[in-house]
Every structure is written in structure tokens, then in C-alpha cells.
């Protein structure tokens, strides 16, 4: 039964108790008022009426006596008159007393007055009878005889009828009060009973309800106290307690479940903690360390002095960190911990990433830090955790790996270049070294030409480096040739420190000899190669010699004519050993272009090359590189405009660049010029004036402009490129072709005297026997590498001979 | 009418904040101090968001905050504090002073674009 049902039933049982004991007492209270009704309005005035029959029967006793003793006829007609009122009177009243009669007896008695009271009546009707006749006498002895008798009978029955009623009036008084004792005796009984039934079942159902309600409270809270939610409260009825035991039970089952998780989550967590290779901590309100911290933190830090310990004590002392980062970082962590979550963000620059920890005994270890906010469900950072990585053994490998992969690329970069070529570009390279290192230790003072001279080595040295694709060299090369640079200015903004130089150049040399001893150990590419020192040995087409063989074998030695064409071959073939075409000897710079083109923004030119038969010897095959290097790569730099504005004058998008080969007046002459924009002239001269070169109210011609080009650190790109920009260019040229004997001119192509922009060409003029005509068989073209067939020009009287073509 | 107002007595502080939050497109004006920043926040219904120094002459920033809450009666401008250092004291009187923020100095505007948008929406 639930307790529901009980309370019910209890309720029902109260109304069925109290309605029956209302019942019970209304139907009493009927019954007792009938009974009150019949004796008040029955009985009690039958008793009265009985003992008004005795009065009545003296009235009539007296009005007989009155008509007796009437003294006229009058009277007596009066008295008679009196007397039959009075007799029905009696009559009447006996009747009721007939009708009221109670019981046997009454009513016997009733009937013996009725005889009586017949019999009374005719004696008086006798005694009448004398009056009226005039028989006073006969009247008064009737009326004292037979009347007295008879009245005398009458008035015993009446008189006993009275008693008998008054017996039976008190009687029925008595009954009425044993019933409304009775009455009131039962209600009690029935009122009590049922107060009685209903305590005794409220109190079973009361138990029933609280019993098992207190049960399971006391042993929920022992539950609840002792956190064992292995135990369940039995459940041994199904009502709404047994149901509530049953959710509680789910209920600890799931708590049981859940804490059974987090039990097993936290071992995890503690577990990680110890034995993660890495220091995790939380930092709490006032950038304390928790307590709780994984293990390996104390590995990292060598302590185990952590807990309690302030952060900044803990993990940045002896850092290095300087007190102003130091009291950002303070700040910021106070600034985080107990607010909203995009504080953290807001401040998470502040956070240092890694630092360099200085343990006690003295070694240095590096730590990535890692720091995360951990929040709350409002989105409030309760604590910061910050995870801490000992990265020295990280990055040394790094740093190793990456030394290997700049190995790597450095042997790519030489594998890209021939072994002749490399050797001739280090010994070419360690020269302008020697030569650097020569001008700092003979200037302890600055000085402008040995700073130009300095300057154009590196500058030289870099460029060559870059057209071998030789990429991290001339990064290093690049930072001396900053330097120079700065000290190059009208106002340096370096000061002239021969150690700092002599330095800077000791990384530059080291830088080659890794190369080299890449070159040399990783590649075992020792010496120049089967091609080099082309001074001393030649290179032979094995093809050539066997024709050559074959035909001197097979020449018919009778045959002059044929013995004289057979000789020119064989000689021709010998004289065009340890040489090459320009082409072939440019190649480095050519095929470097398009790259630098896509640098420069410009369309890969394209280089048309004109040999004239000839074939250059290789010994200058370095020098001819160097000058062609720049002349080549200022051409597509400063010649050369971009695509959109070629196209915009009608010109293709990719430029020409043309270089021709001559024999002229008993000189090589190689000939440059593009179809560029041409000679800056209004800018030449504007950057004259600017450094002083010349005045600005000189009278001075085109020619005169132009020159300028060849004085030391003259440049005309308004920024300083990657590619050349250096103005050191045409300086450095002449400077090569005069080490050759030879010179160099500008001529203007067009007529444009005075113009802004002309068209021009450079002449690099060489003695003539560097080339070889591959047809001719002209012996006098031979070229003798200690002795020139003709004597070097002076670089001046090139330029003054400049022309307008 | 801006959206957001600067309060600092450094005019760099105030040029490297306003500015970058202008050049970002959001409406930005300053106050010198505490007393003209509070002049400001009485003068003009369309501020969201105050990015408020700490020390300062005339009044200190946190002391103007207080008095924005209380003799203004404004509780619902977001107020942010830029600060060089942080205590628990100042922490306290912060939160009691409805304080969304702390940004310690230096600023670094990409952290901080995005929730000022949201608070200056």
C-alpha cells in the first residue's frame, strides 16, 4: 500500500467513524424525543386528566346536590341544566381516559368506572326524577342512598385509575430517563471505540510512513558522511519510499560510477605527472607555485625546493632576463590568474617563450616554456599552467642538423659548378682575401682608396660567388661588403677598426675554406681538375687527335699539296687546344641571368653572342668573367627596363643583350650593348654635382658625363640592389681589363647630343692574342702568355678616344 | 561621439593605442588624465569601452573608474586598465570597481583587437 493509500484510508476511516458515531447519536436522539413527547404530551397529562376526574365527579355531585336542594322549579330547570353539562363533562373525560389507557389494568379500570359511572348516572336520573316530580324527600333519601353509593363506588375506581396513573406517568418518566442514560452511556462507548480504532491504526500507518522514511534518511547520511558509495539502502517495499531508495540508489551508483572515473582519471593525471618527461606546474593567485607539479619538473630544475616557491624565484632566477621583462612577466601572471579569460590573451606577449637557466653549477640549460590558462565555467582563469621543456639537447641537434643541411647545400651548390671552374673561383676568391687582408694591415688609419679598393674586391668576390650560385658564401661575403660599404660614405656611419675588419674578413676566408675543404674532403675533388691550370695543360678532343693521327698516317707523303693541307689541319686542330668559345667561357654569367632577371622583376634577356670565328684562350677566361660578370648583370639592371614599360615603347618584353668579338687594329675587341633604356646621362651628371665629382656650372660634353661612370664609387640606382647598384662596376672593370693590358670604352650610338638617355656600347679592348681565329691558319695571331704580341694600351687613351659613332 | 576612449598621460602610450585601434577602423578618442578622462565619459553617451592608465596625474585611473561607477552612475561601460604592474590590492579595488581587464604594457594590439570589437560593439 503506499502512503498515499494510507493517508486515504486513515482519512476515510475518521469520516466512516465520526459519521457512524453522528448517526448513531441522531437516531438516539429521535427515539429519546418520541419517548419525551409521549409521556410530556401522552402520559404525563392523562395523569392530570385522571386526577381532574375525581373534581369532575364532585362537580356533578354537587350540581345533583344543588338540584336537590333547589328551594324552586326555576332553579331546579337551571340545576338540571347544570348537571347534564357537568355529567357530559365526566363523560367526556372518561372517555379520554379510555382512549389514553396505558395498559390492561387502566383500561379495566376504565371500563369498571364506566358501569359505575352508568350506574351513578341512573341513580341520579332517579333523584331527578323525584325532584321534578315534587318528591323532595323521596329526591334527598334517593340522593343520599343510591347517588351516595354509587358516587362513593365511582369515586374509588376514579381515585384508583388516578394512582394507576400515576403510576404509570412515573414509570414512563423513569423508562425515558434509563433510555436517555442508555443513550448517552452508548455514544460514549461508540465515540471512545472509535477514537481508540483510529489512534491505534494512525499510529500503525504513522509508523509504516516515518519508519522507513527515518531508515532511509540515517543511512543516506551515512552515506553521505562516510563517501562508501559501495552501499545501497535495501529496498523492501514499493511504494513512494521504495521508489525515492531506488533513485537514491541509481543516483550513488552513478556517483559511484563518476568518482570511479575520477579516481582513475586522477591516477592517470598523478601518473602523467610522474612520469612525463616534461615540468608542468600551475601557478595560483600571486604567482605562487601549487603544490601539485609533475615530477620531472625537479629534474629540469634541480630542486626539490618547489612547492610554495614563487615563479619568478622558481623558474627565472639566473636567467639573464633583464628586470624589466621580468616585471612584465610578474605582472602579466597577476594580471591573468582570478579574471576573465581574455586577460590571458591580452597579456600573452608578455609570457616568455624560452629561456637560458644558469644551474648552479654553472651549465646552461635552455627551456621552452609553454604557458595555457586553465579556466573555470564562467570563463575565469583560476590558474595558469605553464609546461616547462628542457630543449639544450633539442637544439644543439637542431644547430647540428642544421650545420648538415647547410653542408648539404653547400655541396650542392659546388657540385653545381665544374671542378676547374671551382678550383680557378677559390684561388681567384683566396687572392682578393690576400689582397684585403694586405690593404687593412698596411692602413691602421682609414683611407679612401684603399676602403674603394676593399670595397670592389668583395664587391667582385660576391658577385662571382653569386653567379656560381654559390648562395651562402656570398651571404657572408655580403655582410663585408656591407661593412665597406658604411665605411665607404661621405660620413661613415662605421668607424675604421682593423681588428673588427681583419675579423670580419677571418669569416669571410673561413667561409671559403669550408667550401674548399667541402670541395676538396666531401667531394674529393682535389686540385684544379683535368681541365685546369690551363697554362700548363691542355685539354684534347681524343676525336681531333686520332683525325689528326689518321691523317698524317695516311697522307701521301709525295704529294706536296697534300702534305701542306694536311699540316694546316693537324696545326689548327693543335692551335685551338686550351681554348674556348665566349660563349662557352660566359656561360656561368648567361645562365645566371634569368634568375636575376625574375629578381629584378624584368624578362629573362636574351644574349646574342657573335664570336667571329674566334676562340679565346683560356688563361683569360677568369679575367673575362669577372669584367663580363658586371658589365653583363648592370646591363640587365640598369639597361634593361621592366616588361610593362618595354612594351609601352614598342619594344619586346624581353630585352637583348649583344656581344660581338673582333679582331680590330691588331686588338680583341669585344663589344656590349643592349636595347635598354640607355646611358642615364641627366642622372650621371646630377650625381656628379651631388658628390662632388664636378661643378655644377661646368661647361661639360656627353663624353665627359659618361667618364664619370669610371671614377671610384660613382652609382646611379637611387636604391642599393642585391644585383649591382654598387657603382663599383665600371671602376672594377677597368681595373681588371688594365691588369690584362687592355682598356675600355663608352661609345654613343645615336645622335642624340645633350639628351637625357643614349644609346651606347662598352668596348672592352684586350690584346688580340687571347683570341684564336678557329679559321684562319694566321700564325701571327699566336699568343704567348708571358709575352703579349702587343703592348697594352693606356686605359686613359681608350677613354679619350671616345667617339661618337 | 567614439566608442572607445584612451586615457593615458603618456601621448606615446595614448598615440601607439588610439592609433592602432583607429588605423583598425574603430572609433577612437583620448584624455590626457583621470580628470579629463572622466570629463569625457560624462560628455559623451556613445562610449563603449574606456582603455584607462593607472598612475596619472590629477587622477589616477582606478580612482576615475570608481568615479564613473559612483557619481556618474554608469555601471555599464566596459572599463579595461592598462598597467605596468599588478597587486592584489589594485586587483581588488578593480573587481570592486567592475573592471573587465588589466593589460600590462607593453601593448600588443593584435591580442587585444578582436575583444575590444566585441566590447566597443
Not at chain 1, 480 to 497: F, G, K, N, V
Not at chain 1, 515 to 525: F, K, M
Amino acid at each position: 500500500m503506499t502512503i498515499r493509500q494510507r493517508m486515504t484510508l486513515l482519512i476515510i476511516l475518521t469520516f466512516v467513524a465520526i459519521s457512524s458515531i453522528g448517526g448513531y447519536a441522531v437516531v438516539q436522539s429521535r427515539g429519546s424525543a418520541a419517548q419525551v413527547k409521549r409521556v410530556t404530551e401522552g402520559v404525563v397529562p392523562s395523569a392530570l386528566a385522571s386526577a381532574d376526574l375525581v373534581s369532575q365527579l364532585k362537580d356533578v355531585q354537587l350540581a345533583t346536590m344543588t338540584l336537590v336542594f333547589a328551594p324552586d322549579p326555576n332553579l331546579v330547570a337551571q340545576s338540571k341544566d347544570k348537571l347534564a353539562a357537568k355529567k357530559a363533562l365526566l363523560k367526556g373525560a372518561l372517555d379520554l381516559q379510555a382512549r389514553q389507557a396505558d395498559n390492561d389494568t387502566q383500561r379495566g379500570l376504565v371500563e369498571q368506572a364506566r358501569e359505575s359511572l352508568a350506574n351513578y348516572f341512573a341513580a341520579i336520573d332517579d333523584t331527578t326524577k323525584f325532584k321534578l316530580a315534587g318528591q323532595t324527600e323521596m329526591a334527598q333519601a334517593y340522593l343520599f342512598a343510591s347517588v351516595a353509593m354509587y358516587q362513593a363506588e365511582l369515586e374509588g375506581v376514579v381515585d384508583t385509575l388516578r394512582i394507576e396513573k400515576n403510576r404509570s406517568k412515573d414509570a414512563a418518566i423513569t423508562a425515558l430517563n434509563g433510555n436517555l442514560a442508555t443513550t448517552t452511556a452508548a455514544l460514549s462507548g461508540v465515540t471512545i471505540l472509535a477514537v481508540t480504532l483510529l489512534s491505534l491504526i494512525g499510529t500503525l500507518l504513522y509508523r509504516q510512513i516515518t519508519r522507513p522514511i527515518s531508515r532511509m534518511q540515517s543511512m543516506m547520511s551515512e552515506i553521505a558522511e562516510s563517501q562508501d558509495f559501495t552501499r545501497r539502502v535495501p529496498v523492501d517495499r514499493m511504494d513512494e519510499i521504495g521508489r525515492s531508495i531506488v533513485a537514491f540508489n541509481a543516483m550513488i551508483a552513478k556517483i559511484q560510477d563518476g568518482s570511479a572515473q575520477l579516481k582513475q582519471k586522477t591516477a592517470d593525471i598523478q601518473t602523467m605527472l610522474q612520469n612525463m618527461p616534461q615540468g608542468i606546474l600551475t601557478i595560483t593567485e600571486g604567482n605562487r607555485i601549487h603544490p601539485e607539479y609533475s615530477a620531472y619538473l625537479e629534474t629540469i630544475l634541480e630542486t626539490r625546493d618547489i612547492v610554495g616557491r614563487g615563479l619568478m624565484d622558481l623558474v627565472f632566477s639566473d636567467t639573464g632576463l633583464g628586470g624589466d621583462i621580468l616585471s612584465q612577466l610578474e605582472a602579466a601572471g597577476s594580471a591573468c590568474i582570478g579574471e576573465d579569460v581574455m586577460n590571458f590573451e591580452f597579456n600573452e606577449h608578455l609570457m616568455v617563450g624560452e629561456i637560458e637557466k644558469t644551474m648552479p653549477d654553472g651549465r646552461v640549460k635552455i627551456l621552452d616554456l609553454n604557458w595555457s590558462p586553465i579556466t573555470d565555467d564562467e570563463g575565469k582563469t583560476v590558474r595558469l599552467m605553464l609546461c616547462l621543456r628542457d630543449v639544450t639537447e633539442l637544439r644543439k641537434l637542431a644547430a647540428e642538423a642544421n650545420e648538415q643541411k647547410r653542408e648539404l647545400a653547400i655541396i650542392g651548390e659546388i657540385l653545381a659548378v665544374s671542378q676547374e671552374k671551382f678550383h680557378e673561383f677559390l684561388a681567384g676568391s683566396m687572392k682578393f682575401i690576400d689582397e684585403n687582408e694586405q690593404i687593412i694591415r698596411h692602413h691602421p688609419e682609414p683611407n679612401a682608396f684603399a676602403i674603394a679598393q676593399l670595397f670592389r674586391n668583395m664587391h667582385t668576390l660576391k658577385g662571382n660567388g653569386r653567379t656560381y650560385g654559390l648562395l651562402h658564401l656570398s651571404n657572408v661575403v655580403h655582410a663585408a661588403e656591407q661593412t665597406y660599404e658604411q665605411l665607404r660614405r661621405p660620413e661613415p656611419t662605421l668607424a675604421w677598426d682593423q681588428r673588427l675588419l681583419w675579423e670580419e674578413l677571418a669569416v669571410v676566408k673561413a667561409a671559403l675554406e669550408r667550401y674548399a675543404r667541402i670541395n676538396e674532403v666531401s667531394l674529393g675533388r682535389k686540385g684544379p681538375g683535368r681541365r685546369g691550370n690551363a697554362e700548363r695543360y691542355l685539354m684534347v678532343d681524343r676525336q681531333h687527335i686520332q683525325d689528326s693521327l689518321h691523317r698524317l698516317e695516311t697522307v701521301n707523303t709525295g704529294n706536296l699539296h697534300e702534305l701542306v693541307t694536311v699540316r694546316d689541319a693537324v696545326r689548327r686542330t693543335l692551335r685551338l687546344l686550351g681554348t674556348e668559345k665566349v660563349g662557352e667561357c660566359l656561360s656561368p654569367v648567361i645562365e645566371s641571368l634569368p634568375s636575376l632577371a625574375r629578381q629584378l622583376g624584368k624578362a629573362a634577356p636574351i644574349v646574342a653572342i657573335e664570336d667571329g670565328g674566334y676562340a679565346l684562350h683560356n688563361q683569360a677566361g677568369g679575367m673575362l668573367r669577372n669584367v663580363f660578370t658586371h658589365l653583363i648583370r648592370n646591363a640587365v639592371d640598369h639597361g634593361l627596363e621592366a616588361p610593362a614599360q618595354r612594351l609601352m615603347q614598342g619594344k619586346p618584353a624581353a630585352g637583348t643583350i649583344e656581344l660581338r668579338v673582333a679582331i680590330d687594329a691588331g686588338m680583341l675587341r669585344i663589344t656590349l650593348s643592349d636595347d635598354g633604356r640607355g646611358l642615364a646621362l641627366g642622372r650621371i651628371r646630377g650625381i656628379g654635382i651631388e658628390k662632388g665629382l664636378i661643378a655644377g656650372e661646368d661647361p661639360l660634353g656627353d663624353d665627359d658625363i659618361a667618364r664619370l661612370i669610371f671614377r671610384p664609387g660613382f652609382s646611379t640606382a637611387t636604391g642599393v640592389t642585391e644585383v649591382s647598384g654598387r657603382g663599383v662596376g665600371m671602376d672594377a672593370v677597368q681595373d681588371f681589363v688594365k691588369r690584362e693590358g687592355g682598356s675600355v670604352e663608352l661609345q654613343f650610338s645615336d645622335n642624340a647630343v645633350g639628351a637625357d638617355f643614349r644609346r651606347f656600347k662598352i668596348v672592352v679592348f684586350l690584346p688580340a692574342g687571347l683570341a684564336v681565329d678557329t679559321d684562319s691558319d694566321d700564325e701571327q695571331l699566336a699568343y704567348h702568355a708571358d709575352k703579349p704580341v702587343l703592348a697594352p694600351l693606356e686605359a686613359g687613351s681608350g677613354v679619350s678616344d671616345l667617339h661618337v659613332a | 561621439m567614439a566608442r572607445i576612449l584612451v586615457v593615458d598621460d603618456s601621448s606615446t602610450v595614448r598615440d601607439e593605442v588610439a592609433g592602432f585601434l583607429t588605423k583598425n577602423g574603430l572609433d577612437v578618442a583620448t584624455a590626457v588624465d583621470g580628470k579629463d578622462g572622466l570629463a569625457k565619459v560624462k560628455a559623451d553617451a556613445g562610449l563603449k569601452l574606456v582603455v584607462c592608465d593607472v598612475n596619472m596625474p590629477n587622477m589616477d585611473g582606478l580612482t576615475m573608474v570608481e568615479k564613473v561607477r559612483g557619481e556618474l552612475g554608469n555601471k555599464t561601460i566596459n572599463v579595461i586598465m592598462l598597467t605596468t604592474e599588478s597587486s592584489p590590492a589594485m586587483k581588488e579595488r578593480g573587481k570592486a570597481a567592475g573592471i573587465k581587464g588589466w593589460i600590462v604594457k607593453p601593448f600588443k594590439g593584435e591580442a587585444v583587437l578582436e575583444t575590444f570589437r566585441k566590447l566597443a560593439g
